[in-house]
């Protein structure tokens, strides 16, 4: 089986002149800023042929819909194969050797595939942080073929982020990947990783700072790392004790503060909506609407216009 898939398409070429078109790109994480993670979901063709290089990152794949019958092998190794069907998915740690590969679909259902890019460099931090152990032994194992609800729920989720254009920027990327990295360490290694859980969580006047820290940078794309340097925690057990305080995670927390700013703005001023969406933390006009359209069901210049309205979040 492969020892690393590709997390973009480049390379992929039409299996014959008959071939269904390329991949189609349905979703990506490219142009949000995520840190440690990249996360692209296809549209794929029912056949289709790939060479490459290796890398030294690891990938996470889940067929999200439809099944196929790959064949993969290293350059100038010999071929392997294995059908893969919806839902199942597929662990590839980093490797240094090329590869090359092809599939067939195994019915006319559409393809769709996730692919899920993890930095070595998230692995290692994150095994440094938690654990005692060495993060040069601590390789992932390679799946392929298996299932793994927290693994799937995760990699579902940040698809949905993607089509809601990320409305709380980096922050949830960076809490997914944190997630991931700490559960393939945990499950995934040949070594069994006990990670030190901090029980104490935050004082009230830590929390406090917290907020405020947080609404004074309400426009700023905030990252996990900057919110846990606050209380001086890692992000992993930052991101688990907020959501242990407050019942929220930080992106949601985030993520419904701006909306509340938004519409503190669009009720108490006439400042144009694209500035509007600036100062609520939005990437531009575009995306308050859509983060409005997903949350409140009406559009950001209706919200204004029916001043009276006090949609629930």
Same mark, same amino acid.
């Given at each position: 089986?492969?020892?690393?898939?590709?997390?973009?398409?480049?390379?992929?070429?039409?299996?014959?002149?008959?071939?269904?078109?390329?991949?189609?790109?349905?979703?990506?994480?490219?142009?949000?800023?995520?840190?440690?993670?990249?996360?692209?979901?296809? /549209?794929? *063709?029912?056949?289709?042929? @790939? +060479? #490459?290089?290796?890398?030294?990152?690891?990938? !996470?794949? &889940?067929?999200?819909?439809?099944?196929?019958?790959?064949? /993969?092998? *290293?350059?100038?190794?010999? @071929? +392997? #194969?294995?059908?893969?069907?919806?839902?199942? !998915?597929? &662990?590839?740690?980093?490797?240094?050797?090329?590869?090359?590969?092809?599939?067939?679909?195994?019915?006319?259902?559409?393809?769709?595939?996730?692919?899920?890019? !993890?930095?070595?460099?998230?692995?290692?931090?994150?095994?440094?942080?938690?654990?005692?152990?060495?993060?040069?032994?601590?390789?992932?194992?390679?799946?392929?073929?298996?299932?793994?609800?927290?693994?799937?729920?995760?990699?579902?989720?940040?698809?949905?982020?993607?089509?809601?254009?990320?409305?709380?920027?980096?922050?949830?990327?960076?809490?997914?990947?944190?997630?991931?990295?700490?559960?393939?360490?945990?499950?995934?290694?040949?070594?069994?990783?006990?990670?030190?859980?901090?029980?104490?969580?935050?004082?009230?006047?830590?929390?406090?700072?917290?907020?405020?820290?947080?609404?004074?940078?309400?426009?700023?794309?905030?990252?996990?790392?900057?919110?846990?340097?606050?209380?001086?925690?890692?992000?992993?057990?930052?991101?688990?004790?907020?959501?242990?305080?407050?019942?929220?995670?930080?992106?949601?927390?985030?993520?419904?503060?701006?909306?509340?700013?938004?519409?503190?703005?669009?009720?108490?001023?006439?400042?144009?909506?694209?500035?509007?969406?600036?100062?609520?933390?939005?990437?531009?006009?575009?995306?308050?609407?859509?983060?409005?359209?997903?949350?409140?069901?009406?559009?950001?210049?209706?919200?204004?216009?029916?001043?009276?309205?006090?949609?629930?979040?």
């Amino acid at each position: 089986m492969p020892e690393k898939l590709p997390i973009s398409q480049e390379g992929a070429t039409k299996a014959s002149d008959n071939a269904p078109p390329l991949p189609k790109l349905l979703a990506s994480s490219q142009e949000l800023g995520w840190e440690g993670i990249a996360v692209q979901a296809y /549209h794929e *063709p029912a056949e289709l042929e @790939w +060479s #490459g290089p290796g890398s030294p990152d690891s990938s !996470l794949i &889940l067929v999200a819909r439809g099944s196929l019958h790959m064949e /993969h092998r *290293p350059v100038n190794g010999s @071929w +392997s #194969g294995k059908s893969f069907y919806q839902g199942d !998915l597929l &662990l590839q740690p980093g490797v240094t050797t090329a590869s090359e590969l092809h599939w067939k679909g195994l019915s006319s259902e559409p393809l769709h595939l996730l692919y899920i890019h !993890l930095s070595q460099e998230l692995l290692s931090r994150t095994a440094q942080e938690l654990t005692k152990h060495d993060p040069a032994r601590l390789d992932l194992i390679g799946h392929a073929g298996f299932h793994d609800p927290l693994l799937s729920q995760l990699a579902l989720a940040l698809w949905r982020e993607l089509e809601q254009s990320a409305p709380a920027g980096k922050l949830y990327g960076q809490a997914a990947a944190q997630m991931l990295a700490v559960h393939l360490l945990r499950h995934y290694t040949a070594f069994s990783i006990d990670i030190q859980e901090r029980s104490q969580g935050f004082t009230p006047r830590q929390m406090n700072h917290l907020v405020d820290f947080i609404l004074a940078h309400l426009s700023e794309n905030l990252s996990l790392e900057t919110l846990a340097q606050q209380v001086g925690f890692s992000p992993y057990h930052f991101a688990r004790l907020f959501q242990e305080t407050t019942g929220k995670s930080p992106h949601q927390f985030v993520k419904q503060q701006r909306i509340e700013r938004a519409k503190k703005l669009l009720r108490e001023t006439d400042v144009p909506l694209a500035q509007v969406a600036l100062e609520s933390g939005f990437s531009n006009q575009s995306h308050l609407t859509r983060v409005f359209k997903h949350h409140l069901n009406l559009t950001p210049r209706v919200y204004r216009h029916d001043r009276s309205i006090s949609a629930p979040f």
